[in-house]
């Protein structure tokens, strides 16, 4: 499977955990929306889109099965919110 395209919707609220919502494409005729780039403890780190079930706690609705594809994801997404934040610095 191949990511065959990344956009990047930067947040741009200072001090603010979420960094940018994402929608990937997938082999050019499958989309996922609303993964999200977080800023947590140890860095930028990419969420899979979830819902809030009715007890409170979150569930993936779309999520990578193996280790491989989800650094695939990771490193793809990544790479383009670097390259879209240093195209457009936040306003300082």
Known sequence: MEITEVKVYPVRKPDDKL?????IILDDCFVIRDLK?????SGLFVAMPSRKKTDGTYADIAHPL???????????VLQEY??????NPPDE
């Open 82 to 87: 670097k390259k879209i934040m240093e195209e």
């Open 19 to 23: 960094k940018a919502f994402v929608t």
């Open 37 to 41: 780039i977080i800023n947590g403890n």
């Open 66 to 76: 193996n280790m491989e594809m989800r650094q695939q994801m990771e490193d793809c």
